[in-house]
């Protein structure tokens, strides 16, 4: 299973930027999706969460800023990031649970990561 996430870069305070996770070797259907991030000097945190049955899961500091989805057919997690604050400066990984239930934001429920691409947020 290889996740593959893209779309990072750096924009200013109040930007917004949309993140992508292709995934490879199974589908979405039935499998639970994640984004997380973590920043230098800090524990990696849960963003976001997808449920096989579009149920989603958000942490309170992103709630109303960002919103994840996803495309089945293109085997493809987004993460679109608006009103982007530089606390949101971090790196952001994907992740995926095959057969997995979720929501969830905690790590250890997912077996699946990517490399992970860049989030830079300048005040």
């Known amino acids: 299973v290889r996740l593959e996430e893209s779309g990072g870069g750096s924009v200013q305070a109040g930007g917004s930027l949309r993140l992508s996770c292709t995934t490879s070797?199974?589908?979405?259907?039935?499998?639970?999706m994640g984004w997380f991030r973590q920043a230098p000097g800090k524990e990696r945190e849960g963003v976001a969460s997808?449920?096989?049955?579009?149920?989603?899961s958000y942490a309170e500091s992103v709630k109303g800023r960002f919103t994840i989805s996803q495309d089945n057919a293109k085997n493809t997690l987004y993460l679109q990031l608006n009103s982007l604050e530089p606390d949101d400066t971090a790196m952001y990984y994907c992740?995926?649970?095959?057969?997995?239930?979720?929501?969830?934001?905690?790590?250890?429920?997912?077996?699946?990561w990517g490399r992970g691409t860049q989030v830079t947020v300048s005040s």
């Open positions: 070797e199974f589908t979405h259907n039935g499998a639970c």
């Open positions: 997808i449920a096989s049955d579009g149920r989603t």
């Open positions: 992740s995926a649970q095959p057969g997995g239930y979720g929501p969830s934001r905690e790590q250890y429920d997912y077996s699946y």
